[in-house]
């Protein structure tokens, strides 16, 4: 079965501080994709990055990195410097071979970021 | 602006009423899922449709229903709602058959049952 936990269901932050959020995904696939999502207060879920099963490479964009580790099954995400537009929900989803590529997705973290 | 629009934004109905929400894709999109989103269950996959057809189900109820129509525009059709089935109805799209891609969300059709 697929799953993917978001041990993290609220994170307080003061703006400039780094953040790490936290997403732990369950497969027996070997093919598989992550994805991270924004929810921001206005409601709308915005795609931030895909990373395929294949590919372990850290990225960084701007103040975002994210971490991908098969060896602990964690795909973790980084807000360098954190700003109060960051200030949303962040799903981590997990789509799999076996799952027919379903969408499954984590309960998210609420991050606030207060100024 | 992802490009996805959704229709009502707002419904508010009573129980044992029947809804239709609608979904536009993204141009060039050829697959639209549906998704639940409540305090309790959190971000639901519930359907998928690839140009017309039915591609993939997730934890859709009997009572819920779907297509996709010719010119790719989705209905997702609720009846004999329930108080439970109050939530966030997120309709997304993206151009290929399957979850692999990003899928870009429209904003949501906010259902509430009295």
């Known amino acids: 079965a697929q799953k993917v936990t978001q041990a993290q269901t609220e994170i307080s932050v003061v703006e400039k501080e780094d953040v790490t959020l936290d997403c732990v995904y369950e497969?027996?696939?070997?093919?598989?994709?992550l994805f991270w999502y924004k929810q921001p207060p206005s409601g709308e879920l915005v795609f931030l990055i895909r990373?395929?099963?294949?590919?372990?490479q850290n990225e960084i964009s701007g103040r975002y990195s994210w971490n991908f580790q098969k060896s602990t099954s964690s795909f973790n995400f980084t807000i360098t410097a954190s700003q109060v537009v960051d200030s949303a929900v962040y799903f981590c989803?997990?789509?799999?071979?076996?799952?027919?590529?379903?969408?499954?997705f984590g309960a998210g973290t609420r991050l606030f970021v207060k100024a | 602006d992802s490009g996805v629009t959704q229709t009502p934004k707002h419904l508010i109905t009573a129980t044992g009423q029947r809804v239709t929400l609608r979904c536009s894709p993204r141009?060039?999109?050829?697959?639209v899922y549906w998704y639940q989103q409540s305090l309790d269950q959190g971000l639901q996959f519930l359907i998928q449709?690839?140009?017309?057809?039915?591609?993939a189900k997730g934890n859709i109820l009997e009572r819920f229903s779907a297509q996709q129509f010719p010119d790719l525009h989705s209905e997702l059709n609720l009846s004999s709602l329930e108080l439970g089935d109050s939530a966030l109805y997120f309709c997304?799209?993206?151009?290929?058959?399957?979850?692999?891609?990003?899928?870009?969300f429209g904003d949501g059709t906010r259902l509430s049952i009295l």
């Open positions: 990373r395929n099963s294949f590919d372990e």
């Open positions: 449709y690839y140009n017309g057809e039915e591609r």
């Open positions: 497969t027996r696939d070997t093919t598989y994709y």
């Open positions: 141009s060039g999109d050829l697959s």
């Open positions: 989803a997990l789509s799999a071979y076996t799952g027919g590529f379903k969408t499954i």
């Open positions: 997304a799209s993206s151009p290929g058959d399957r979850g692999t891609q990003p899928q870009h």
